[in-house]
Every structure is written in structure tokens, then in C-alpha cells.
């Protein structure tokens, strides 16, 4: 099964992104990894609806009927690293082609995102920037991925 992580707008930070690139490197060895990145919307005087509701038409278009959907949203279900590599890999053994983890833009998810989630996890319950987003995510697939091969990354 391939990972991604669906994401709403380029990062503009060349070390956020260079930090992402070396875990999606070593995501590479476990499983097949790609970030996707969907155009942000805007616009002087655009309405936080508006903006959820293009950038959720954006984000449903790369997302296929047969993906298992998780959205990464500060309500969502948080969980322990060891929590974590046991949720990816009960979705890994589902089957299927593609485990989707998405992350909505500066005013989240429109409805009909959210209607097409199969979970929601949240990485923290503070706030941070959807750029910090990627890089803490992909660390944390990394170490789940590590953590189901017993391997030293984890330390509990």
C-alpha cells in the first residue's frame, strides 16, 4: 500500500522542506511515500468558506474512491507513537492501494472533506503552521514504521 500525505499549498520554507525530504527518503525503505500538494486559494477579501470549500474541491479530486482517508485536524483522535504504528498498521493490512493523510489549509476542511474521512487523528491539540505540519508527520509515520520493524528509532 502507498502512503500519502495530501497537503494544501507549497512550503515556502526551503528547511521545513529539505527537513520533509529526508524523512520521505527514509520512508522510502518501508513503504511507498509521496506528498501531494493541492494549490491554496487566494485572494483579497475571499471568505474562510469560500476558501474551505475550493481548496476541499481541490483536495477531493486527488482523492480516489478506493483510498482509506485520514484527516490530520487538531480535534481529531490523539494518540502515543506506539498507538500510532498500531493504527498505520491495521490500515496497512486492510489493503487497498493507497492510506491518504490529509492536511486542510489555514481554515480547515470543508464539510464534504470531512464526510470522506474514514478517521481523523490529530498530531497535537496546539496549534502550528500546516508547513511544521508535514515535517512532524513525516517524522511520525517514520517512526511508526520503525517501531513496527522493532527497530532502535523509538525510545520509550
Known amino acids: 500500500m502507498k502512503a500519502i500525505?495530501?497537503?494544501v499549498g507549497k512550503t515556502?520554507?526551503?528547511?521545513?522542506?529539505?527537513?520533509t525530504d529526508e524523512y520521505k527518503a527514509r520512508l522510502s525503505h518501508y513503504l511507498p511515500f509521496d506528498l501531494e500538494v493541492v494549490p491554496d486559494v487566494k485572494g483579497a477579501g475571499t471568505q474562510p468558506a469560500a476558501v474551505r470549500e475550493a481548496e476541499g474541491a481541490a483536495l477531493l479530486r486527488r482523492i480516489e474512491p478506493s483510498d482509506r482517508v485520514v484527516l490530520l485536524d487538531e480535534g481529531g483522535d490523539?494518540?502515543?507513537?506506539?498507538?500510532?504504528?498500531?493504527?498505520v498498521q491495521k490500515r496497512l493490512a486492510m489493503g487497498g492501494k493507497r492510506l491518504v493523510f490529509v492536511v486542510g489549509g489555514a481554515t480547515g476542511f470543508s464539510p464534504a472533506v470531512r464526510g470522506r474521512a474514514d478517521d481523523v487523528l490529530s498530531l497535537s491539540r496546539m496549534t502550528m503552521t500546516h508547513q511544521m505540519v508535514r515535517l512532524f508527520?513525516?517524522?511520525?509515520?517514520?517512526?511508526?514504521?520503525?517501531?513496527?520493524?522493532g527497530e532502535p528509532y523509538h525510545n520509550d
Open 5 to 7: 500525505l495530501l497537503v
Open 12 to 19: 515556502s520554507d526551503k528547511r521545513l522542506a529539505t527537513l
Open 78 to 87: 490523539m494518540l502515543t507513537s506506539r498507538q500510532f504504528a498500531a493504527f
Open 137 to 149: 508527520f513525516a517524522e511520525q509515520l517514520y517512526r511508526a514504521m520503525t517501531i513496527l520493524r
